[in-house]
């Protein structure tokens, strides 16, 4: 009895928020009724209130993405009050469902009808227009700040009563009020970068051969990308707003992995793609892949560029694992860049995923040289004066606004309250916060978006047009983050935080343990096994570069919380070395080997073919009669075979099976064992001694009975004679 009384209590309560438009807090049924509708939005106009504004509408559409149909849907804009301090932007993104609490009963307008009943799986657009300032069922938009708004979806599913069954939350700025005058720009406008990453999902390639075969690919993926997909809008949006604004660049800085320009310049002369059987076909992007990096050339040509390590690599994952031979690889490919683009990237900075790195990271860095690191502000200990911050020797930072990129960061579809939010309208807002709001002299902000960022076409189109009206508008300038990186340290800082939770985060260490362990092998061919051939001319380094690289991309961010693909790329890097090593093996002879002597050599043929000469040590197994010698080393011309006679004892007779195999001297694996058959017709020393003794005995047994029978001989014809 108690609990049905619970129930309709509760149910009542349900009922009576839905009314109210908010949701129940704490009541588990609220956040799954709230999800019943997906809430896409298309259109948010004004993204900027300014004092000509007369009106906001939102459209988009809503689908029934819940297990019933839902009918009598409608909808409502409201808002909470305006936000003028940074603590309440935070609680707003961090909680949009503040919204409703802000004020009772919310500012809203009326509810307004969309459809009449929408079946599972079925959308429908909607669109709603809210006056600013007007009295009655307006925003009443009445003083400058960061408006939360929330769109209140309500219906009545099917055997249920009305309730919210769908939420947009996003963020307002009101630059200056409706009616009012215009919003008068600080007397020191805000310094305002913004990187654009140019950053693949993940590293695509799983073999990049080195005699002139074409390159193979896990997936075709990166082909849709660059011909409509998300990396064709992260240049095609910048592209058009160039071409409608002259000064559109000016606060970008592009970021670029280099690995994405090298798979990308592979594409340009023709590929193949794995499939999942093994398979491999002809790629479908040669003509994109080069179309698109045609519009790179032209859009970077003189522009702020920065060159991220080598395929994004995961720095601290790498140097956990004492793998500093593949972070200078990582990092020293600017030049690359540079000779792919034709513009020179800003010297030695890094962006690292997460926005810090630990200590030994950064002291791996200031080996290499002086380097700046992009870091998140709020990572950034004890910071004085002005940016960039000294952080040691040959060690800087520039800190990008934790806000600003925070709330451009995309969410999941929505949160534990079932409220869908918009990251590219938050973003807005928070810059408008910064530019337009807490204006301070001397403010430098920077602007780090995702670093594989997905919005839309129209989204981004949206954010740029913004950050030039704000620039046209005298409430930002330019930051020239290419000047603060080529200029002097302005101040210092004490150290970055990095957790438990950063490291936590890092690239999984079994991955990066099976790196470590091939980059040793790696290492050792070049410098103690494989050797430049005379008649080849083919240096080791070249030979093995592509499965070096191949092995840094195995180490790259993209895998930060995908252990099993994290494996698949190493495991891929494993594979190509076994398949190098394989081609150095000794030859079975096929048939077994008599040998006539306790010293017969054992013939040995051992073939190479790789281009280069390699150094290679002949092991012998442990064999009951037989007792070779010490092994011996050997090097084997390129792409040639040779006969070698190994020293040994044979110690019995009969036959027996012998295993030969082939290592470098640190005990690396080349090829396969070869198992020898041998036939053995000579006596060893133990055999002979054997035999020898045999015989002796033989000997003095045949003389004992032939001394026995003379004297018996004797004593019969003694007694014959005394007889007569």
Known sequence: MTTRLRRAGLAALAAVCAVLGAPLTGHPAAAEAATRLRVDLDQLVPRVVESTTQAVTISGRITNSGDRRVDKIEVRLQRGEALDTEAGLRAALNDPQRTDAVSRPPVSSAFQPITDALDRGQSAPFSITVPVNAEKGALKLDKRGVYPLVLNFNGVPDYGRAERVGALSTLLPVLAVPGGGAAVPPAEPTQLGVLWPLIDERPRRVETPTDGSRTVFADDGLAASLSSGRLFTLVDTVRTAAAENASALRSLCFVIDPDLLDTVVEMSSGYLVRAADGSVFQGSGTRTAQLWLDRVKELTRGQCVIALPYADVDLAALSRANTGSLINIALGETASVEAILGTKPLTSTVWPDGGTLDARTLA??????????????????????????TLGTNLRTIPYDQLVASSLAPKTPVDDSGVKTSSIQNGLATLVFRGGFQTTPGQRVLVAPPRRWSATAAELTVFLRTVWSLESQGFIDPLGLDGLVSGPDNGTAGALDYTATDSAAEVPAPTTAEIAKVDAVQRDLVENVLFEDDTRQVDPADLIKPMR?????????????????????????????????????????????????K?????VFITNGLPVTVRAK????????????????VRIPAKAGIPRYLPAEVTRSGRFTVTIWLTTDSGTLLGKSSRLELNSTSYGSITIAVTATAAGVLVLLVGLRLFRRIRAAGRARAAAESEL
């Open 549 to 597: 690289y191949a092995l840094v991309r195995a180490g790259s961010s993209a895998w930060r919380g995908d252990p099993e693909r994290a494996e698949r790329a190493t495991t891929a890097v494993t594979d190509q070395l076994n398949a190098l090593l394989a081609q150095v093996s000794v030859t079975d002879p096929g048939r077994p080997l008599s040998l006539a002597s």
């Open 599 to 603: 010293d017969s050599p054992l013939p």
């Open 364 to 389: 791996t860095l200031a080996a290499t040289g002086r380097t700046t690191v992009i870091a998140d502000a709020t990572r950034v200990r004890d910071a004085k004066g002005e940016v960039p911050y």
């Open 618 to 633: 002949i092991n012998v197994g442990a064999t009951p009669g037989l007792r070779p010698e010490e092994a011996v080393v």
